[in-house]
């Protein structure tokens, strides 16, 4: 047992902060559960965004979601105020913040967030900092360039270890009956029977800098629809982008928007295969153990992607200005030197490696 686990009675409140999207949320379940293995008897606040609410309402080791409004109540100086407000009277022992900047770019992340800590009045505050920020901190890491690509889970653990909590990698996502009921609904009304061969394509991204040319995931679409049963995922605000690709591959079938998220996790739970960009439900397919092709741009593989994970396939191409932290980039250099006939390759090879029916070349 830890000194801080000494420190605390029974009923202390532990505040865990991560205000990022889908991918985020995921990554920080397996700290999260080594936290509630750390502290069995201990109230678990999460604080997320809405979009990640789906998500985090199914862990079984969180009690209460505090939805951070970031375009509504919260949004300005105001509503984070409003938002502080919130939090003091929850009275946390424990705020851990849970989010990991790249040191190379965000010293105002680490100013704002941990003097935000700071204000909240837990006792113990924990989370990384950068040179000059960790002053409103009880407990932290200083981030470092070493870190850049190290795996984004064992950086959470690493947090959380200060707690006396044990390194834990595993990924998970709780997919239930209605989850699946949803998404049978969608395949026959789609006239998708048990034993069609099922492969998902996810040509969208939150950022326009991650995706993958839509016209070669078009090709792409076209080629998979030869031999196998082709869904096309997305939101809403994507269904343009796979009402293109079902142009050019007219089989494949639109997902996009038809689904909530939790029953998009169980459609991906029935495929042999998913292909997808730099994006949150990537993560989402990792925790399920989907089959992974993941179109890496100017992202960090080693820092978003399981290692050692047999069953994903990452295709990057390191360009003199990858990394980057653009929304949007015209020359998109990192994503075009990713060819159609190099996924292609990746699809035989891990379908064949999962003893699964491939394409023939």
Request: proline share 6%; hydrophobic share 40%.
């Given at each position: 047992?830890?000194?801080i ?16 999207w ?14 509630r ?9 999460r604080?997320c ?20 409004e970031?375009?509504?109540k ?10 502080l407000?919130?939090i ?11 989010h990991?900047p ?7 992340i ?16 924990i989370?990384?900092f950068?040179p ?11 981030a470092?360039?070493?870190h ?44 998708i029977?048990?034993t ?8 969208g991204?939150k ?16 080629w ?10 997305g939101?809403?605000?994507?269904l ?11 089989a ?7 689904l ?12 042999r295969?998913?292909?997808?960009n730099?994006t ?9 153990k989907?089959?992974?092709i ?19 396939r ?29 996924v292609?390759r990746a ?5 064949s490696q ?8």
């Amino acid at each position: 047992m830890s000194f801080i686990q000494a420190s605390f009675e029974i009923s202390m409140k532990i505040l865990l902060l991560e205000l990022g999207w889908i991918g985020d949320a995921v990554v920080t379940l397996p700290a999260t559960k080594a936290l509630r293995q750390a502290f069995p008897d201990a109230k678990f606040v999460r604080i997320c965004t809405r979009v990640a609410k789906p998500i985090l309402t199914r862990c079984p080791y969180v009690d209460e979601i505090l939805i951070y409004e970031r375009e509504g109540k919260h949004k300005g100086l105001w509503g984070r105020w409003r938002f502080l407000k919130e939090i003091r009277r929850l009275d946390p022992d424990i705020f851990i913040n849970l989010h990991v900047p790249d040191i190379n770019r965000n010293f105002g992340i680490y100013s704002r967030d941990n003097l935000f800590s700071f204000l909240t009045g837990a006792k113990t505050r924990i989370a990384y900092f950068s040179p000059g920020t960790g002053i409103f901190l009880t407990h932290g890491i200083k981030a470092e360039n070493k870190h850049l690509d190290k795996y984004i889970v064992d950086l959470i653990n690493d947090l959380v270890s200060q707690l006396g909590a044990k390194l834990n990698r595993e990924l998970e996502l709780w997919v239930n009956n209605r989850d699946r009921e949803e998404a049978q609904t969608f395949l026959e009304k789609n006239h998708i029977e048990e034993t069609d061969s099922l492969v998902a394509v996810h040509p969208g991204a939150k950022r326009p800098s991650r995706r993958w040319p839509k016209e070669r995931f078009a090709e792409l679409t076209r080629w998979l629809s030869k031999e196998f049963r082709v869904v096309i995922t997305g939101g809403k605000d994507e269904l343009p982008l796979a009402m293109y690709i079902k142009e050019t591959a007219p089989a494949a079938i639109v997902a996009s928007g038809a689904l909530s998220l939790m029953g998009t996790a169980a459609l991906l739970e029935r495929c042999r295969l998913f292909i997808t960009n730099d994006t949150g439900i990537m993560h989402m397919a990792f925790a399920l153990k989907v089959p992974t092709i993941a179109l890496f741009g100017p992202g960090r593989p080693k820092r978003w992607v399981p290692p050692d994970a047999d069953w994903i396939r990452v295709i990057h191409h390191p360009t003199p200005c990858s990394p980057c932290y653009k929304w949007s980039c015209e020359d998109l250099i990192c994503l075009k030197a990713i060819t159609v006939e190099e996924v292609k390759r990746a699809t035989v090879g891990l379908l064949s490696q999962k003893s699964c029916d491939s394409p023939s070349k």
